[in-house]
């Protein structure tokens, strides 16, 4: 076990050993992800969230990693099945996964906030004027009579914003951020002694100790 205060010197070595991570494990979750674009890994930012009601019942989906401020940000429908679930049990688990450079995950778990209204806008513009329409005409996770009705629903909207490069930001639309209180980096060693890397939260900072594979 070691309480690392030394800075960023990750570099590729072929292992992963405690004295080869950043200090924080967003700066290296960060180092980690900067290295999968640049491999060529597809959709390096896809993201699994799990959460629960507070039944204690799980359920996991795919999602987009959207930013690293703070915590591990993606938007949503808020009142999709997932944003109930975080509504009633404000904690969240995920995974992000890759292949190149080399064959990684890394875990991480937390209590989760809303981002806020300005954070939440600043996204919203940024999204094509097609996924804004789909986002605004459908709510998220609601039983729908059929694809046509949907389509529909779009439709009535783009009549109102033509183009769709106007059509506001729903107030039930807007984002999660899962800040980390654990954070595990795993890479995949041939021989099967993978190497596992976790970050624990601390009142004196993070601690960080290997795991046995």
């Not at 570099?11 to 290295?35: F, I, K, Y």
């Not at 992000?96 to 875990?107: D, E, I, T």
């Not at 899962?178 to 596992?196: A, I, M, N, T």
Request: glycine share 8%; charged share 25%.
């Amino acid at each position: 076990m070691a309480n690392v205060a030394y800075g960023p010197r990750w570099r590729e070595t072929g292992r992963v050993d405690v004295t080869d991570l950043d200090a924080d494990p967003l700066r290296q979750l960060s180092a980690w992800l900067d290295a999968a674009r640049a491999a060529g890994q597809p959709m390096p930012e896809s993201m699994t969230i799990a959460s629960a009601y507070s039944d204690a019942v799980p359920s996991a989906r795919l999602v987009v990693l959207r930013g690293l401020r703070r915590g591990l940000v993606f938007f949503t429908d808020c009142e999709s099945d997932k944003g109930a679930e975080l509504a009633d049990n404000p904690r969240a688990a995920a995974v992000l996964h890759w292949l190149v450079p080399a064959h990684r995950q890394v875990r991480v778990a937390g209590p989760v906030e809303r981002v806020g209204e300005d954070e939440a806008d600043e996204y919203w513009r940024a999204r094509a004027p097609a996924v804004r329409l789909s986002a605004a005409a459908s709510h998220q996770s609601r039983v729908a009579a059929s694809r046509a009705v949907l389509e529909a629903q779009v439709r009535g909207l783009l009549r109102r914003y033509p183009g769709g490069a106007d059509v506001p930001r729903p107030r039930r639309w807007g984002g999660f951020r899962v800040l980390p209180s654990r954070v595990e980096f795993w890479q995949e060693s041939p021989d099967g002694l993978h190497d596992r890397i976790r970050y624990r939260q601390a009142s004196s900072g993070w601690i960080i100790e290997r795991l046995s594979p």
